[in-house]
């Protein structure tokens, strides 16, 4: 018997368990693309939704680790709102984008570790310390904002979302580019490195993790400061795209953010988790809604198809592994 | 959407309203498909996904301009945030005419709104009015950041601070929020606190219909005067069993009718103003039934709404 | 034997309550059973023997209607019998104690042990009824001091079992499967459950009873059937046969003695405790572990055994005492990153809950506790940990389809062999093992045991816990026999034997 | 052995595990009493207050289940707005307020029912089959209500929300009385019934409630039914207080009902629940946001405090609980 089934998992199989949320993407392009108008497959159109994915994409690579991890954060929404918010008062205090950038994402970083000091410190469900956080920084982000949204220079930032850059070469916004590269880094840190077998493992088992002498807590305030960080820096994109600090933005954007995450191959019970699958997530949920406006579909349409598309995208993922099994 | 068959020749117009769901916005939509039928236009009415979140506005506008429409109407949701896409589309040639508020960018065709600001100081005068100038009132806010309300809040309180000095606002920092239920709780909570103030302000339909139930459960319609902005049944109904002093009353089918017929003529080269005032008007119970006031009471909605 | 079974099943002299015929059951590509058929008779205990995953788990849990087979037909009373699920076979007579505990920490005693099967009037449960049912349960296992009140997590491993095997007992099943029903029991107990099995058998209860422990075997079952490889080996009565004979059976090859010994000499001490407390208002306890020497750790359940190993790990907080290691013995604390750099490690005897990362590879659960051995600057060479992995695979026969196969697709005996294989990947200086033998076969028992011995040769200390106090004095230098919280005797092996331990174990002394 | 800690649970522990939520509810008054002017500490404002605690307490107690049993449901507040403005169409319709309720708790029993489906049938997590609903049921109650308030007669719905009622001899709204009554009928089907012990078996360990022969599937689809259910009587009791049928209502409110029901003592991890906890969750919350209001503090501080609380009366709890252990 054995070794007839000898499943090696990594690389190749990594393609192929891609294959869900690319099936997925392609699906709904596909669909979208018969029954929008032309416009729908141009190229403009593949540079616009490229660039309205930053957001979440940026997002959901921070929290495919907390989910890896066995937790989750609802806090992202509002920490992109706040970071959105002190980077607009930081350029209309000094004018300089790359303090403003530093402090937008040192923000996250803070809300970051402050929701994983919670969670280890007080021993509180992820779920809500960070349903605490999602109130604390959206109140913080309206009291600095006071109430209003935040006018300010916008220096160079807007360019990083530029959807057709000054620097036509690059072809999509610089922003595209910098959520691809710190992708593959993100992936190369989950899969082939120490902090990211320690992730996996504490998302799998944490009292595994802490007989194998992994350190728990420290990892676990690391992963919530990382997906702090990256949802500083979608604030810092958010500012760019808005060229104003806003404090109600990105309200419910969390779920989005964790659909993406999930419809990518995650799981929410721990211990699986893809970076790659996560930002094919983000696209995907980008498309649907440009292919709902192109198709000219009204609101609640849009809404229902969303819903029946995650419902629809994981199950197939769920469906896939389970027929392997 | 039968464009396979043959071409439509009709030219697209995209109406985005800030959200889809309120009586507002219905009005806006119906004077805006009115517009449409007697231009020969095609109508597309798209508001963002997650109403009040500038960013998804910004992503339909985006859609739009790829999508090639052949001009975008538009109530922005920021006077600033929406200026990049908008310049955009300005830019691949859509013209792009502004309605409801106003944005910081002079490449739009034109700007048909009411003028929010006076439209809170008639309610000001109104509640000066009734009360002699002198009483105490409160304001129940709606949403942080939504530039129309804040601007009739502001109108209000200015005028009230200016011209009433007698008259003590004991409350003016509460937020509804944006939806019925979080401008009725928070009503409630305002008026367990002061149940005695003589007259209260709401700034938008729902803070109006929140304030008007919560003063119907303490029993006392009539005693606190209750002044508010935009109609709907309910409201025109508490405004005829005296529940409701006064409403200030936009117009925002001639809103929707005007912007896209202005779409129409910036398609066509014509001239149009650089701003279209739809005016503002009180309706108390003595002139509801007046013949134009009745129609801002009770717009067309069916007849353009239906028929598409 | 073989020839024996068309003609039992005709009818003669024996009937035949279960009969199950040409069982087959692939998980993906591993062919965990082909063709394997079981006849089990009234008022009989049939042992079900074979090598850590040979399938009998996998067996049992098609007759339990945890699974579905592939192929294959089984009778009960004549009856075509199909279960679609646990509940159908529960209702069809057949109940199951399984390998792995099966219980719902949040919930009672009572609760778990009627869970599915609650005494209720529309709907409502009987509360006072439920209670004594549970008393009668745990009163036949002779744990009558367990109040049904109690909820589940706060008892004890050995505790646990206890409630997993009244559930069995409460279900008047006319089969009853028991998978390793004594792997955490202590020997007192387990002399209260073969007289519990006893008096099932006399009722006419079908008893099918898998176990890696043959001595247990040879005392309570009537006839057996062993598996190989997915495959029948072999059947019959037990009292025509040798545990020589089924040793090969299950192997194929015949091993000498149960508990090689490698010779080991004893060195410097290397593990001083020095008047811990590990409960409050606790006794103190002491213990010295040298260089190249087995400490067996004996005692009753919750007698502390495991809490005493936790404590030195750093897994759990000490009350009073100290605990120094190396060389120059230096005081030993904080946390376990640091005990394990000092070269403490422990094996969990909850391999499920504590041991391993089910969800992940044997190769990610073999070196998580090191990964310093197969990176470099913090990046993880897969090829180093394929490597890595192999050997110990090798070494230690871990029957697996490849290094990065899942752990929850192991056998059981083999996913305690991977928890193993990261304490030696680790290369720790003093092994705290608690059960190490935990669900192993016979053959792989042996292997351990070497693999113990080998380790003391080399130097390393090991403190090694067990119920079975047979394997303690077969392979320790040394016994410390613990009772109530603390260590109350501390012997060489040879000057101890099997009543003084479990005196002391049940009493505090040997007087 | 040891045998020393039998720990008898039950009855007076009870009374022990409840002190958490009531200890913050009644430091919540407390502080508020304080710092807020008398009308806060009023008999009229405690009504307010009990009328307002109706619809999260309703949610809650479904809810309760759910969390029971280790999901959670996030379609909550958009089934509210379906059965909300579901109800206000059959009252236009048919003008009969006991089909308008029927049919609106009806289709929350629906929701639910597709939810519990989606969750077993198609073996999702439920984090994701109902934040798929989440849509879905917003969508629909967007396009049953033409992306409107329904105006409708109310009948006597009304009444059930009334805060001073009729009979003024009941003292709070009928609405108030009735979850008071549902609530102490669910606390004996979750803690007396074998469906209660089912509940929290499949909670705590859901392979051994399948092995022990519990119907783990019909008894997930139940429980999401019962939170469906409860949904739609809250949805009912929205309209009554709104007297419109409002699609956008509700919004968020999941998060508000799932923080009741956690800081009554459930464990998102399943295997703990208690409906008396949840429904003093609910209570804090009303309380928090009309003491807010009272002390005239910006909205943003009151987000700031909710945050907080939610964090402290769990961080409460888990420390009460790790004490005892
Ligand atoms: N869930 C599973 N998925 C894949 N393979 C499995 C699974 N469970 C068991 N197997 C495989 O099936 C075979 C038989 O396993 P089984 O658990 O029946 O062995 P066993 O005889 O009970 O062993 P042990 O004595 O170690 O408990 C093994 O090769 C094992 O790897
Ligand atoms: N009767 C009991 N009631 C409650 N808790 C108990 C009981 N017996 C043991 N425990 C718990 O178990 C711990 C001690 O048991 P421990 O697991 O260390 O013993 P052990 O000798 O390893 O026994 P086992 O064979 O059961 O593993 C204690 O911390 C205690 O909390
Ligand atoms: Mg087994
Ligand atoms: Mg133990």
Not at chain 3, 21 to 42: E, Y
Not at chain 3, 465 to 473: C, F, K, N, Q, T
Request: aromatic share 4%.
């Amino acid at each position: 018997m054995i070794e007839s089934n000898g499943r090696r998992v990594r690389l190749v199989p990594d393609l192929r368990q891609m294959l869900g949320p690319v099936l997925g993407l392609v699906l709904v392009i596909v669909i979208f693309g018969i029954i929008a108008p032309q416009s729908f497959l141009s190229v403009y159109n593949f540079k616009v939704v490229a660039a309205q994915s930053v957001i979440v994409g940026l997002g959901a690579i921070g929290m495919t680790f907390v989910i890896t991890s066995g937790g989750i954060d609802l806090s992202v929404g509002s920490v992109i709102a706040l970071a959105s918010v002190l980077t607009a008062l930081m350029m209309q205090q000094f004018d300089s984008p790359v303090v403003a950038i530093a402090l937008g994402v040192g923000i996250g970083a803070v809300c970051g570790a402050v929701n994983g000091l919670v969670i280890t410190g007080l021993r509180i469900v992820p779920f809500i310390a960070t349903l605490g956080m999602f109130g604390i920084a959206r109140g913080i982000a309206k009291y600095l904002a006071g109430e209003q949204k935040i006018d300010a220079p916008a220096g160079w930032i807007p360019e990083l979302m530029a959807k057709e850059p000054s620097a036509s070469w690059i072809l999509v916004a610089p922003g595209v580019w910098i959520t691809i590269v710190l992708g593959i880094l993100m992936a190369i840190l989950l899969n082939r490195t120490t902090f990211g077998t320690n992730t996996f493992a504490i998302g799998s088992n944490e009292s595994t993790a802490r007989l194998c002498g992994i350190q728990v807590r420290r990892t676990k305030i690391l992963i919530y400061m990382l997906c702090g960080i990256f949802a500083g820096l979608a604030g810092v994109m958010q500012f760019g795209r808005l060229t104003v600090g806003d404090p109600t933005t990105a309200l419910g954007k969390e779920l989005d953010i964790i659909a993406a995450v999930v419809i990518g191959g995650a799981s929410l019970a721990g211990g699986e988790g893809r970076i790659s699958g996560a930002l094919v997530g983000a696209v995907l949920m980008a498309f649907l809604a440009n292919g709902c406006t192109h198709a000219g579909v009204p609101n609640y349409v849009q809404e229902i198809i969303i819903g029946i598309i995650i419902i629809a995208a994981v199950a197939l993922d769920s469906y896939r592994h389970s027929g392997s099994r | 959407e039968h464009r396979e068959g043959g071409h439509t020749t009709n030219p697209v117009v995209a109406v985005i309203p800030k959200g889809t769901s309120h009586e507002f916005w219905k009005t806006v939509h119906a004077g805006a498909n009115e517009a449409g039928s007697k231009n020969d236009l095609e109508i597309i009415w798209k508001g963002p996904a997650r109403e009040d979140d500038r960013d998804e506005q910004i992503k339909v506008v985006e859609t739009f301009v790829a999508r090639g429409v052949d001009a975008i109407v538009i109530a922005p949701l920021d006077d600033t945030a929406l200026v990049p896409s908008l310049k955009e589309a300005s830019g691949r040639g859509i013209p792009v005419i502004v309605f409801d508020s106003d944005i910081k960018w002079d490449g739009k065709t034109t700007f048909v709104a009411t003028d929010n600001t006076r439209g809170g100081e008639l309610a000001a005068r109104e509640v000066g009015r009734l009360l002699d100038g002198k009483g105490r009132i409160l304001v129940m806010r709606y949403v942080e950041g939504s530039a129309s309300t804040m601007k009739r809040e502001k109108g209000f309180l200015d005028t009230i601070a200016s011209e009433y000095p007698g008259i003590e606002v004991v409350s003016s920092n509460q937020h509804g929020g944006a939806t019925v239920e979080g401008c009725y709780k928070t009503a409630e909570n305002l008026l367990a606190k002061y149940p005695d103030v003589d007259a209260v302000f709401g700034p938008c339909e729902p803070a109006t219909f929140g304030l008007m139930k919560a003063i119907d459960d303490i029993d006392k319609e009539g005693t606190i005067l209750l002044v508010g902005f935009d109609a709907s049944d309910k409201l025109v109904e508490g405004l005829r069993d005296g529940k409701i002093a006064a409403l200030v009353v936009q117009n925002p089918f001639a809103m929707g009718d005007l912007a896209v017929t202005a779409a129409r003529s910036t398609i066509d080269g014509d001239d149009v103003p650089e701003f279209m005032d739809t005016g503002c008007t009180l309706i108390t119970l003595e002139n509801m039934d007046e013949p134009g006031n009745k129609e801002l009471l009770n717009p067309p909605l069916d007849k353009w709404l239906n028929t598409k | 034997m073989i020839d024996s079974i068309p003609e039992r099943s005709s009818g003669s002299d024996e009937p035949i309550r279960l009969d199950m015929s040409g069982i087959g059951h692939r998980f993906g590509g591993v062919v965990a059973l082909d063709g394997v058929d079981l006849q089990v008779a009234p008022g009989r205990v049939h042992a079900l023997l074979g090598e850590n995953g040979a399938g009998k788990s996998t067996l049992m849990r098609i007759l339990s209607g945890a699974i579905r087979p592939d192929e294959g037909r089984m009778m009960l009373e004549g009856e075509p019998y199909d279960p679609r699920n646990p509940r159908d076979a529960r209702d069809a007579g057949v109940a199951m104690i399984y390998q792995e505990l099966n219980l719902a920490r949040h919930l009672t005693v009572a609760q778990n042990i009627l869970l599915g099967r609650e005494p209720s009037r529309i709907g409502l449960v009987r509360r006072s009824a439920a209670r004594r049912i549970t008393m009668d349960a745990l009163d036949r296992l002779g744990h009558s001091s367990i109040d049904p009140d109690t909820i589940l997590g706060r008892l004890s491993p050995g505790q646990q079992q206890v409630v997993e095997i009244a559930r069995a007992l409460v279900d008047n099943a006319s089969v009853l499967v028991m998978d390793e029903p004594t792997s955490s029991l202590s020997l007192d107990d387990v002399e209260r459950l073969f007289e519990v099995i006893r008096r099932l058998k006399e009722s006419g209860v079908s008893i099918i009873y898998i176990s890696h422990f043959l001595d247990e075997i040879m005392r309570v079952g009537d006839d057996y059937t062993v598996l190989r490889d997915g495959c029948n080996a072999g059947s019959g009565r037990l009292e025509q046969t040798t545990t020589d004979e089924l040793i090969r059976l299950m192997i194929g090859r015949t091993i000498e003695d149960t508990y090689p010994r490698t010779d080991h000499g004893i060195g410097d001490p290397m593990l001083r405790i020095d008047d811990v407390v590990i409960e409050p208002g606790g006794s103190p306890s002491s213990l010295t572990l040298h260089r190249g020497e087995i400490l067996g750790l004996a005692g009753l359940m919750g007698a502390g055994r495991t809490r005493l190993a936790r404590v030195v790990a750093g897994l759990d907080d000490v009350c009073s005492g100290r605990i120094r290691v190396g060389s120059s013995l230096s005081p030993c604390d904080g946390s376990v990153r640091r005990r394990l750099d000092r070269g403490i490690g422990m094996l969990s005897e909850d391999r499920k809950d504590e041991g391993l990362a089910m969800d992940l590879s044997i190769a990610t659960n073999t070196v998580l506790s090191r990964p310093s051995a197969v990176s470099t600057l913090g990046f993880t060479s897969r090829r180093r940990v394929t490597t890595a992995t192999d050997g110990w695979r090798d070494r230690l026969g871990i029957r697996s389809s490849g290094p990065w196969q899942r752990v929850s697709m192991l056998s059981g005996g083999n996913q305690q062999k991977v928890a193993l294989a990261r304490l030696l990947h680790h290369d720790v200086e003093v092994f705290l093992l608690d059960e190490p033998t935990r669900g192993i076969d016979v053959a792989s028992k042996r292997e351990v045991y070497a693999l113990l011995g080998n380790l003391a040769s080399r130097g390393r200390g090991l403190l090694v816990i067990s119920s079975h106090v047979g394997e303690l004095l077969g392979t320790c230098d040394t016994i410390a026999v613990m009772h109530r919280g603390s260590i109350r005797e501390t012997r060489a092996a040879d000057e101890w034997t099997e009543r003084e331990i479990l005196n002391v174990a049940m009493t505090g002394s040997s007087s």
